[in-house]
């Protein structure tokens, strides 16, 4: 037991190589409900916590073994504040061919820097998709959107996104996801 739990501390200490993560804190992850986000700087750990949003957590988990994150830009940047992303068209009005997901708000976790919400329009009932990274704590949206993840390490790799201009954030030319995977599934 000792040797397995050993080869999967290495192998997951392999996959976090660019991040600011301890083999100890790579343990300490569940792989099933952690997601490695590559950007062009590097790895980026995002914890999911399906404690607070079931739903949003298992559509998350389904794109991404489906690649569907694969190549997507973050199409709304605003310094200060978040990173859009999640967005096929790259538009900000698209999103998987999966139906909406009723809103999961909660009270028990705070929009803080690292936070992983759900972007969804006026309705509070039409995450799909689309999802944002928060540069900064937000506690407006608390409440008011859901949260499924928190990034864990790399967040200076999400503070490297290429901004958008405007007060809407719009990003021309954006970055995007090389590849998004649960750590179980990831590959070194």
């Given amino acids: 037991m ?8 290495t192998a997951f200490a392999t996959l976090l190589a660019g991040t600011h993560m301890s083999t100890t804190e790579a343990a300490e992850l569940d792989p099933n409900n952690t997601l490695i986000m590559t950007l062009k700087d590097g790895n980026v750990v995002i914890k999911l916590l399906p404690d607070l949003a079931p739903q949003h957590v298992a559509r998350v988990k389904q794109l991404a073994h489906e690649g569907f994150y694969d190549g997507t830009p973050f199409h ?6 978040m990173a859009q992303g999640g967005d096929p068209t790259g538009t900000g009005t698209g999103g998987s061919k999966l139906p909406d997901l009723p809103a999961e708000f909660t009270t028990k976790a705070h929009f803080l820097r ?4 759900a972007a969804r329009t006026q309705n509070p009932n039409s995450a799909n998709s689309q999802f944002y990274i928060m540069f900064a704590p937000a506690p407006h949206l608390d409440g008011q ?22 007060s809407n954030g719009l990003v021309q030319n954006p970055d995007r996801i090389i590849k998004m995977r649960l750590m179980s599934e990831a590959k070194s």
């Fill in 76 to 81: 709304r940047v605003i310094p200060g504040f």
């Fill in 114 to 117: 690292g936070t992983v919400g």
């Fill in 145 to 166: 959107y859901t949260i499924w993840g928190q990034v864990v390490s790399g967040m200076e790799y999400v503070d490297k996104i290429k901004p958008g201009s405007g």
């Fill in 2 to 9: 000792r040797r397995r739990t050993f080869v999967a501390t």
